[in-house]
């Protein structure tokens, strides 16, 4: 799984599949939406500053 890049939803937050994901040293993408404002407005900021 080295090198490869997983995208995952909600399911992905877990700490155990996180884990997995990255002991493996792949890369994962999480998607999230509107539903935690805080969260998305701080990703958010951040991809605008960028």
Known sequence: MAGCIIAIDAMGTQTAIA????????????????NH?????QVKKLFEQQ
């Not at 404002?37 to 407005?41: H, N, V």
């Open 19 to 34: 884990s997995q994901i990255f002991n493996a040293k792949a890369d994962y993408v999480l998607g999230f939406k509107g």
């Open 37 to 41: 404002p805080t969260l998305y407005g």
